[in-house]
């Protein structure tokens, strides 16, 4: 019994440590929090052509490409809201940044196609 106990003890513990924010958020939530939170970094990860139609007000522009891991140190050690067209390429951001020291990365669910199909602000 108490065998067990360290164990449900242990995958405890292992499981408090990763409750990093690590988020995906639907569109309204990503917002929500967004505006909610302090000292926010807005990470869009599109190319330019993609951002000619269009972005989200605030947001900052590091392109995901194959050499995205060498530019976060233009992105601050802050809590980071970041999207791509369709969620791809920022869940692979995300996935950088975290592995980066990155601790609070919020991802928008569908990218900007689910934010302007939700109808929210486009810039």
Do not use: H
């Amino acid at each position: 019994m108490k065998k067990n106990l360290w164990w449900v003890l242990a995958l405890l513990v292992a499981c408090a440590g990763n409750q990093q924010e690590q988020q995906v958020l639907s569109p309204v939530a990503f917002q929500k929090k967004l505006s909610e939170t302090g000292n926010a970094f807005l990470l869009d990860v599109r190319t330019p052509e993609e951002i000619a139609n269009g972005k989200i007000e605030g947001a900052n522009n590091v392109v995901f490409d194959d050499n995205f891991a060498s530019k976060i140190s233009q992105i601050p050690k802050q809590a980071v809201f970041v999207y791509c067209a369709g969620g791809v390429r920022s869940a692979k951001a995300a996935k950088i940044l975290r592995s980066n020291g990155y601790t609070q990365v919020f991802e928008l669910e569908g990218g900007f196609n689910a934010w302007r199909e939700a109808k929210l602000p486009v810039k």
